[in-house]
C-alpha cells in the first residue's frame, strides 16, 4: 500500500505541476490540430520566456515527435530565414508532418515529413517573426549577434521544459537566411557544450552580395538577361569577389552598379527561375475557394496557405499561440514592426563554418538548381573558397541519384563538408522536391553522424 501511495503522490505531483511523466509540459501539448489527419506522434507549441518579470521576451515554439521511438531519436531544429519569416509556418511547407489543403482550412499528411527519422524543433525567431514577441519595442530591432543570444536562452531553457533531450544527438539545420542564424548559433552552443552533431542547410545566404551578383550568372546562363546587360554588370560590379569579401567592409560599388542590381524585371524569378507564381490570394480562400497553382508538379501555393490556416481562431487556439491578440494578421514572413541590421545580412558566414569544420562538425549544403534568390553556382564557388582557406581539396564530385532517378551533383570536400544541387528544386529544396530533401538529410545527415 505504501508503494501505491508514493506512486499516487509522483502522479498526482505531476498532473499538479503540468508535467508528463517524461518530464514534458502537458499544457503545451497539442491535443490535435483543426482539420489535421490521424498520427502516431505527438505535437507540443507554447512559449519559451526568456526573461524573468514582466518586462520579457518570448519566443515561440512548435515541437513535433519523431514517428517511430522518439525518446531514441535525435532532436533537429529547423530555422527559417528571412530575416523575420516563421519556422512554425514554413513547417508547413516541406519538412514537418502536415501540408495544408487546397482550401486551407485543414491539413494533409507529408508524406516526405523529417520527422520519419528525427524529432522537430521549429523556433520562430527573432522577436517579431510569427508569434514572438517582447513587452520592449527596442527588441523588435533585431540582428545577428542579438538573434544567436536570442536562440541560445531559448534552447536553454527549452531543456529545462523537456530535459531528457539534453544527452540527445541535436542537428541544426534551415534555409536561406538560416546560412546566417544555424552556423552562429551552432558556434555559440558548441562553446557551451551542447551536442551538436551536424548542420544541413538549404539554399544558404553566406556571402550576400556575391550571391546577388550570381543571380546575373545564373539569369545569364539561362537566357534571361541578355548579353548587354551581363557585360554591363560585370563592368560595373566588379569591385568585389571570393578574394576579398570581409566580415566587416563598405562596399564601393558604382552608382550605375546599383541601379543594375536593383532592376526589379526578374524579381518574380527569384524563388523559382522558371515555374509561375501562385496565381490567387487570401481573399480567394476567405471566399471558400481552393488556392493551387500546379507547376511542373509543384504547387506553387503551398507557401500562401498556411497565412490563411494560422489566422483560423480555431487553430490558434489549438497552437496555443497569439497569446497577446496581435492587432494585426499572422503572417509567415515579415511581421509589423520588424527591423533587421543591413550590415549583418552583409556578413561573411565562411570564417563561422570554418570554425565548425574545424570542430569536426559536419556540414551538408544543398541548393535547388532553379533558386535565383541564392544561385547554386554561386553558394559551390563560396566553398570552393572556403576549402582553398583550409587546404581543403574537393576529393570528389559526382552524380547522385535518388529511387532511379536523377538527384544533381555532389561534391565532397574532404569527410566533412558536402554540397548537393537539387534538380527541378527552388529557393526551398524540402518544399520543391520534398523527396529529395528527406533522402539528403536522412542518408547525408542523421545516418552519417547518428
Known sequence: MEIHGILFFICYLFVALGVGIDGFPMNDLISKLPG?????????????????????????????????????????????????????????????????????????????????????LFIDSPIGAGWSYSKKSSDYNNGDDSTTKLLVTFMQKWYEKYPSFKSRDLYLTGSSYAGHFVPNLANAL?????????????????????????????????????????????KECNTLDENNYFSKFETNWTNPCKLLLEDGHLS?????????????????????????????????????????????????????????????????????????????????????????????????????????????????????????EMSIKLTKEEAWSYENKQGGRKYSFGDLLTFFTVIGANHHVAFSQPSEALYIFTDFTVNRMH
Open 36 to 120: 489535421q489527419p490521424d498520427v502516431n506522434f505527438r505535437q507540443f507549441a507554447g512559449y519559451i520566456d526568456l526573461d524573468d518579470g514582466v518586462a520579457g521576451r518570448s519566443l515561440f515554439y512548435y515541437f513535433v515527435e519523431a514517428e517511430n521511438d522518439p525518446m531514441s531519436q535525435p532532436l533537429t531544429v529547423w530555422l527559417t530565414g528571412g530575416p523575420g519569416c516563421s519556422s512554425v509556418g514554413d513547417s508547413f511547407s516541406g519538412v514537418g508532418p502536415f501540408i495544408t489543403t487546397r482550401n486551407a482550412r485543414g491539413l494533409d499528411k507529408n508524406l516526405f515529413s523529417w520527422n520519419k527519422v528525427s524529432n522537430l
Open 190 to 234: 558548441l562553446e557551451l557544450k551542447f551536442n551538436v552533431k551536424g548542420l544541413a542547410l538549404g539554399d544558404p545566404m553566406l556571402r550576400k552580395k556575391l550571391d546577388i551578383l550570381a543571380r546575373f550568372d545564373f539569369f545569364h546562363s539561362l537566357g534571361l538577361v541578355d548579353n548587354k546587360v551581363y557585360d554591363q554588370v560585370k
Open 268 to 388: 518574380s524569378k527569384l524563388f523559382d527561375a522558371i515555374r509561375a507564381p501562385c496565381e490567387g490570394n487570401l481573399t480567394d480562400l476567405s471566399l471558400g475557394k481552393e488556392l493551387t497553382t500546379v507547376s511542373q508538379g509543384v504547387d506553387m501555393c503551398t507557401f500562401i496557405r498556411p497565412n490563411f490556416y494560422l489566422n483560423l481562431p480555431e487553430v490558434q487556439k489549438a497552437f496555443h499561440g497569439n497569446r497577446t491578440n496581435l492587432p494585426y494578421p499572422w503572417m509567415g514572413c515579415f511581421m509589423p514592426n520588424f527591423v533587421y541590421n543591413q550590415n549583418d545580412e552583409d556578413r561573411d558566414m565562411l570564417p563561422a563554418l570554418k570554425s565548425l569544420l574545424q570542430q569536426s562538425v559536419p556540414i551538408t549544403i544543398f541548393s535547388g538548381d532553379l533558386d535565383g534568390a541564392v544561385p547554386a553556382m554561386g553558394t559551390l564557388q563560396h566553398l570552393y573558397k572556403l576549402a582553398e
